[in-house]
């Protein structure tokens, strides 16, 4: 044992312990996270988390806003894969209206949100890397994360809090440099992941770091309702694709990569797995749209579908529907669903309630962050203050999702 | 993968809870059903516990407000079995005055925060919660803006009026 420093006992009259505000504003903290922790020297003796710094009322706003006008808040939610909730508020409300999507758009989504997953795990494993002190695999992969941005940009315009799609469908197609950079993408990004790999799977000082810190047993993370890769680390196989299949997930061919122990080490291993997961999946989804009829790119819903603005000015029955849809003249279904899609980081629910009016009489988003989170104060006692720095970052909770 | 359907899951129901719990004309794809307050904890320990259904995660929790209703505040517990696949989705409703319901938090610890939620936003006191305080909202907060009676924003602005088409 090392004795450059005090060893401090029981019975030591220094015996006292320290209250640290980590956070909100901490670098380390990666968001709006305030932690107020009791420390013994370097340990953790308790923890309290605050949060709701960034709470901005989404729930209430969804009850005053049209369907379509909700989808810019949910991009808001988790913003590092705003795709994923897109087009999952798009299915729920399309499961409310029971509305048919045609493969074709299936596939463009599957291709969309697996770039989204493919951004949310870089950022996570990247940050995840530049907290055990190994600064230069982020690099490499924030310039990816780039490219992926580049595909939504060319795709919807937008970079961050995307907006992609409609109601039943997307604005518009995918155009050819869309696909091009997709290929592009998927040609580039294997090399940089294996790199990535190659840099920390059997680093000595990132294993040393992260195997076997924060390692949680399959039945604590499912008591406290865990669900994405963090309760995939801890080998429970639940995958929300897998499971409930939407946006025809079930054509595809794809592994759930699980761990063992739970740890932060199987958490980073299962999202790098994940993301080669993900590769696979839109390789397979560009195969499937070539074999599809060209140029759809929504169901015929025009009740519920905007159309696009040069038909509004030039085409009557544009024109009606336009008005008909954002006056909020069409009547919805009387009911209650609940659909859940895979997001980055877990479930994804979306509870909507419908009265028949144009926009939901209660809407609740069951947030991943929000539910994993929950766990962070009780699972850091007894750990090093560095250990539970590491273990915020790799639990990829995102402070706009966790407040809602 | 075996599915456990919905038709078993609410005979099994009826079957050990029989009058206690009332099935509205069932929706497709997501069983749901309503008991009482009295009631929910037996019914969830049942569906969690259960060697054949083992509804043992608790996906989410979170509540409504029906301000017409005779009994207003609504309870809403979405439960999945992992094993056999399949959701159910549970409602109590309880009275506008102090609502007041058993809390889940000895069967999920992962029900503390959402219950917590539910308490900040609808008010509804959940006994035994170990720390029952508002959670997304600051403590000094009065009201519980998810209710219907909370406006979106204070009617009383006067910078957003518009000569024209009011507010």
Known sequence: MNHNHPVYTDNDPQNETTTLNLGPTHPATHGVFQNVLEMDGERIVSGVSTIGYIHRAFEKI????????????????????????????????????????????????????ELARISDHLICNGIL?????????????????????EIYEEICGARLTTNI??????????????????????KKFPPILKEFEAL?????????????????????????????PILRATGVDYDVRLNEPYCSYEDFDFDIPVGTTGDIYDRFIVRNEEMWQSLRIIEQALKKIEKEPKGI????????????????????????????????????????VYHAVEGGNGELGFYLVSDGGRSPYRLHFRRPSFINYQ?????????????????????????????? | MSKLS???????????????????????????????????????????????????????????????QALPIGVVYHIHSLTNNVRVRVKVFLSDDTPTIPSATKLWEGANWMERETYDFFGINFEGHPNLKRILNVDEMTVFPMRKEYPLEDPNRVDKKDYFFGR
């Not at chain 1, 929504?298 to 905007?306: G, K, M, N, Q, S």
Request: hydrophobic share 40%; glycine share 6%; proline share 5%.
């Open chain 1, 165 to 186: 799609g409609r109601i039943g469908g997307f604005e518009r197609d995918f155009n050819d440099i869309a696909f091009a950079k997709i290929r592009r993408f998927l």
């Open chain 1, 129 to 149: 890397g530049v907290d055990t002190g190994a600064f230069s695999g982020f690099l490499y992969l924030m310039e990816e994360r780039e490219h992926i941005y």
């Open chain 1, 62 to 113: 969804a009850e005053h806003r049209p369907y379509y006008q909700i989808t810019p808040l949910t991009d808001r939610l988790n913003y590092c894969s705003s795709p994923i909730n897109n087009m999952g508020w798009h299915t729920t409300v399309e499961k409310l209206l029971d509305i048919k999507i045609p493969k074709r758009v299936d596939y463009m989504r599957v291709i969309i949100m």
């Open chain 1, 375 to 404: 766990m962070y104060a009780p699972m850091s006692k007894g750990m090093l203050l560095s250990d539970a720095i590491l273990n915020m970052s790799s639990l990829n909770v995102i402070a706009g999702e966790l407040d809602a």
């Open chain 1, 200 to 228: 920390f799977n059997r680093n000595r000082i990132f294993i040393d770091r992260t195997s076997g810190v924060a390692a949680v047993d399959p039945e604590t993370a499912l008591n406290y309702s865990w669900s994405g």
């Open chain 1, 297 to 336: 790119f929504h169901a015929d819903v025009p009740e519920f579908y905007l159309p696009p603005k040069e038909e509004v000015y030039n085409n009557m029955e544009a024109l009606i529907y336009h008005f008909k849809i954002v006056m909020g003249e069409i009547d919805t279904p009387k009911k209650e």
């Open chain 2, 6 to 68: 919905n038709q078993v899951v609410l005979q099994k129901i009826t079957a050990r809870f029989g009058d206690q719990i009332t099935i509205p004309t069932e929706p497709p794809g997501l069983l749901s059903f309503e008991t009482s307050k009295e009631n929910i904890i037996d019914v969830l320990t049942y569906l969690k516990d259960d060697k054949e259904l083992q509804f043992n995660f608790l996906t989410d929790l979170t509540g409504i407000h029906y301000p017409e």
